[in-house]
């Protein structure tokens, strides 16, 4: 069990290891294995690449996220230049459906609206804006569609958990409501969580995980 001042030099180290990511600028902070990230940083990708950063840091239980992006003046856009290039980098995205996703761009921020079938769909969609010029933030209001039925939909995700993770399944518990997944149970950190998310994410049909997974030793 690693104290909270060994987790923040392995978050601060893992932070500097990214070349990706401006280091010097985040300031970490870390109080019973829950870390948080302040500070100011260039472009919407590199909050993205900080938060990936702290999750595969062993020890994390949880990460709050107070990161504001200012746009370094040779990054800055209107928001019809960026709902234009948004548009076009999902119409040239192989995994994102065209014409399912709507744009709409206000103060740099980016909304997505409309209706897939997969959330890989759904999680594309969000990989395509990420590291656009101009992008302040991103929020995400696609809708996935209901597929199968709740019952076959619960052994699936358990039977890919299984698969994927045999020590993990035995721990995760999986509940389906309609399109509506919840995942509760124990994990032993933040990167087994996001695997166990994203499996009941890529479910046919999965519009929403609750998350009550908790992460531990």
């Given at each position: 069990?690693?104290?909270?001042?060994q987790?923040?030099?392995?978050?601060?180290?893992?932070?500097?290891?990214?070349?990706?990511?401006?280091?010097?600028?985040?300031?970490?902070?870390?109080?019973?294995?829950?870390?948080?990230?302040?500070?100011?940083?260039?472009?919407?990708?590199?909050?993205?690449?900080?938060?990936r950063?702290?999750?595969?840091?062993?020890?994390?239980?949880?990460?709050?996220?107070?990161?504001?992006?200012?746009?370094?003046?040779?990054?800055?856009?209107?928001?019809?230049?960026?709902?234009?290039?948004?548009?076009?980098?999902?119409?040239?995205?192989?995994?994102?459906?065209?014409?399912?996703?709507?744009?709409?761009?206000?103060?740099?921020?980016?909304?997505?609206?409309?209706?897939?079938?997969?959330?890989?769909?759904?999680?594309?969609?969000?990989?395509?804006?990420?590291?656009?010029?101009?992008?302040?933030?991103?929020?995400n209001?696609?809708?996935?569609?209901?597929?199968?039925?709740?019952?076959?939909?619960?052994?699936?995700?358990?039977?890919?958990?299984?698969?994927?993770?045999?020590?993990?399944?035995?721990?995760?518990?999986?509940?389906?409501?309609?399109?509506?997944?919840?995942?509760?149970?124990?994990?032993?950190?933040?990167?087994?969580?996001?695997?166990?998310?994203?499996?009941?994410?890529?479910?046919?049909?999965?519009?929403?995980?609750?998350?009550?997974l908790?992460?531990?030793?």
């Open positions: 069990m690693k104290t909270d001042m987790l923040k030099t392995d978050v601060s180290d893992e932070l500097a290891w990214n070349p990706a990511i401006d280091a010097a600028a985040i300031g970490v902070a870390v109080h019973e294995g829950v870390v948080t990230l302040t500070g100011q940083l260039n472009t919407f990708a590199e909050k993205h690449a900080a938060e950063a702290v999750r595969r840091v062993a020890g994390v239980r949880a990460i709050a996220i107070d990161l504001d992006v200012k746009l370094a003046p040779g990054h800055k856009r209107s928001d019809t230049e960026i709902a234009e290039v948004a548009t076009a980098a999902m119409r040239w995205h192989s995994m994102v459906p065209d014409d399912c996703v709507k744009v709409k761009v206000e103060n740099g921020w980016v909304t997505l609206s409309g209706e897939l079938e997969w959330g890989y769909q759904y999680a594309s969609a969000e990989q395509a804006i990420r590291p656009l010029l101009g992008v302040r933030g991103l929020t209001d696609i809708t996935v569609k209901p597929r199968v039925s709740a019952r076959n939909l619960g052994g699936q995700i358990t039977a890919a958990l299984t698969r994927q993770a045999q020590r993990e399944a035995h721990h995760i518990g999986v509940e389906v409501e309609g399109a509506i997944v919840t995942l509760s149970g124990q994990v032993h950190s933040l990167a087994e969580h996001d695997a166990a998310i994203g499996t009941a994410f890529s479910a046919r049909g999965v519009s929403r995980v609750v998350d009550h908790r992460v531990g030793a």
